[in-house]
């Protein structure tokens, strides 16, 4: 029997897109299902822009939309990236027309993939984004396949490769924030604008994918909480590992009979635990279900191959006619989680203070804990010569977030801090 040729649209030819037609080339049989995938269109801000491979016997589209609505496009990938403009245009283009989309997109999917899921389903076509969260490691079918025989309890991880390479060498380095930032700018592992990485909000769309995914929800990005890497002082890597931890920035969302809570912080990991040695630029995610138990997967969460491996995935996906909602439920059903109120949540909590050292201080900062009701795990002072006060930091048993908060306000006042103390969460993994 004669197989079938799906003719693949490109839009977006950055590092995804040279992997994917690098592959396409040297293996466009590689579906289980048989078939040969071949790309027939491609799209780009630049048609001259200097590239690792050919393109001039591909036919150019300046208008990814029009790529999208070729005759000669039976599926759409979409690596453009951005949660708006064209990518999102040519992504409804492809799905109205009732083709197949492929994208690697997080920002789109977290901020629209209520709406394009509807869409999709009601035109027939899928819509997969297996290499939007975790690149090549396969965090999106895990949820969306593997785990709906269970009832998923919470997913938390490091889902951002670029600021978990930049703590990793900070910590190994004893540089600054800034001085590693720099580094990774000047050698390429970090964009021009590091905004979305180091703010959080890279994470913040990651994670918000995958609690849809996990509880059977819409994503609902805007209810996530989101702190980045930005603050993060040597100081505190240097005394958290005094303590047995090492900083992660660890993105989670749990589900509560109040809802669901979905945030990205810096956080404390032991040093023991798998999300403390996933180093570099590595990913890593812990995925929590009623049943099944725990289950952990660590693998590249970016790159050309890698990721454009999970675009092939998703592509195979296609090419065998498998048929899903988009999310965990028909987008007919879907609707967004109830946000947890954040104040309300129970954690371990570090706090470093700047103090001046003198005598009664730290009686001072344990009273003030104690009477705002935060108990004291451990306790850390250590002599810096340092002419503007020194740092003290402790570790407080679970407590509620708006019942830490006032207790910060509180010892702010104190006349002994000097700065304003610095709060990192303890990761409940
Ligand atoms: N910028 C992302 C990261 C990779 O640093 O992990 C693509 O999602």
Redesign the pocket.
Known sequence: MAQKTWRIGVAGLGTVGAGLLTFLAERPDFAPAGGRATVTGVSARSRSRPRPFDISNLPWFDDPVALANSPETDVFVELIGGSDGPAKAAVEAALRAGKPVVT?N?ALIAEHGADLAALAEAKGAPLLFEA????GTPAVKMLREAMVGDDVKSVAGI???????ILTEMEATGRSFAEVLGEAQRLG???ADPT??VGGF??AH?ISILAALAFGCAPNYAAAEIEGIEGVDLLDIQLARDLGYRIKLVASADRSPDGVLVRVHPSLAPLAHPLAQAGG?L?ALFIEGTRIGRIFIQGP??GSGP?AAAVAADIADVMTGAVRPVFQKPATDLKPFTPVDPSKSLGRAYLRLSVKDEPGVIAAVTETLGDAGVSIESFLQKPVEKADGVPIVLTTHAVAESVLKAAIERIAALPAVLDRPRLLRIARI
């Open positions: 690697a997080k939007a969260v975790m690149g889902l951002n490769g670029t600021c978990n390479y592992y970090a964009e979305m990485d890279d994470a990651k630029a990913n969460g970016a990721t």
